[in-house]
């Protein structure tokens, strides 16, 4: 059973940065190898936004929405860090970190809030 657990969320000012940490067990390193690891945002009222992923496999392709993109960065796959920086107001919400193969893991989120 794949576990997640993320971190580093807090209350920054615009235009600060934070790092979001996930980290995951519950499999060999060579099976989450092959796992797609996702960052998510959900946002009170709006859709769940796919903000950042590594694709599964060899290739580990990075992919990021619009709205993040030249800001945040996704890095790593065993502990997959989030490093959020240049933060709007906009980018407020509840992260999720997601290990999907087939079958899709979730943490338990940790709140990002932008504000003054």
């Known amino acids: 059973q794949v576990q997640l657990v993320e971190s580093g969320g807090g209350l920054v000012q615009p235009g600060g940065s934070l790092r979001l940490s996930c980290a995951a067990s519950?499999?060999?390193?060579?099976?989450?190898?092959?796992?797609?690891m996702n960052w998510y945002r959900r946002v009170p009222g709006k859709e769940r936004e796919l903000v950042a992923s590594?694709?599964?496999?060899?290739?580990g392709i990075k992919q990021y929405a619009d709205s993040v993109k030249d800001r945040f960065a996704i890095s790593d796959k065993r502990t997959v860090f989030l490093q959020m920086n240049a933060l709007k107001d906009e980018d407020t919400g509840m992260y999720y970190c997601?290990?999907?193969?087939?079958?899709?893991?979730w943490g338990q989120g940790t709140q990002v809030t932008v504000s003054t």
């Open positions: 997601s290990a999907k193969w087939g079958i899709e893991y």
């Open positions: 519950g499999a060999s390193i060579s099976t989450f190898a092959m796992y797609a």
């Open positions: 590594i694709g599964g496999g060899s290739a």
